[in-house]
């Protein structure tokens, strides 16, 4: 592969079952309003979006502001409806307005502060009763409880920061809530299914008891907007069919892989803890090669 995982942006081939989830769902909930469609995915990373994109679109561009991405997605994503450029979401590289039908963003408008640029350059874009389709990790789920911040981040929003940001430039906006969930499905298999029934089961303390569906909160949040009256209000599942799945392996695979892709977030914590310490102790902290991890005296 000719670029690597590196904690932020998602490549197909590494990562827990979660990461796969959450990327590969939005896209697959894009395409049900890209059906013969002219679509810009703009922050379009390796490209594996953008050529979902392009199975159910009439004309897909991927961009990107990665010139290495870019390279990547030209090699390993072709089809004669697709093609990629190399840009930035605040200037894409477009001349023109009025060109898309379809303008999808996710996971890229929180890596920039100057969020109002990128609205814009999206309603130059966007045709009169086109769809834009955006996504963004919910504050209260990251940035506020992450005990290092996330460098590639700029600025995270809130749910109704969201909902203000983009209702600014759309009169008519849905927004759904987004997380991956582990689950079980029970579905009729003789005759058409009439209702969809959901519940939630919720572990605390070992225990597995049913809960309410207020205790599901987005991990993202995904916005439509649209000039015109949205259709009715969509629910998307993606469903995993691997029969073999095997919890404590993709388990130990994500640890293994966690260990390796955050190394920022590590060293950043060492650099904190040793700065603390000796500036206390004047001394060095345990641990570092050659002692114990006992306390220090």
Known sequence: MEISWTGERYVPWTGGRAIHYEHWQRYAFATLFASG???LDLACGEGYGSYTLAAKAGQVVGMDVDPAAIAHAQRYYSKANLSFLAGSVLAVPLAGE?????????????????QEQLLKEVKRLL?????????SPNKSLHADVQPI???FHKRELYGEELRRLISGYFPQVSFFGQRAVVGASIWPLNEPAH?????????RDGVFRLAGGDALEPMFFVAVASSRKPDAAIEHFLLDVDNDMDTVKDLKLEIAELKASTSWRITAWLR???????AKKNTKPPGEPGESMRESP
């Open 37 to 39: 469609k002219t679509v």
């Open 98 to 114: 009025a060109i898309f039908d379809v303008i999808v963003c996710f996971e890229a408008i929180e890596h920039v502060d100057e």
């Open 127 to 135: 045709k009169k009763d086109g769809v834009f389709i955006v996504s």
């Open 149 to 151: 911040k996330n460098p």
């Open 195 to 203: 209702a969809v029934k959901k519940d939630y089961v919720d572990c």
């Open 272 to 278: 904190w803890l040793k700065n603390v310490f000796c």
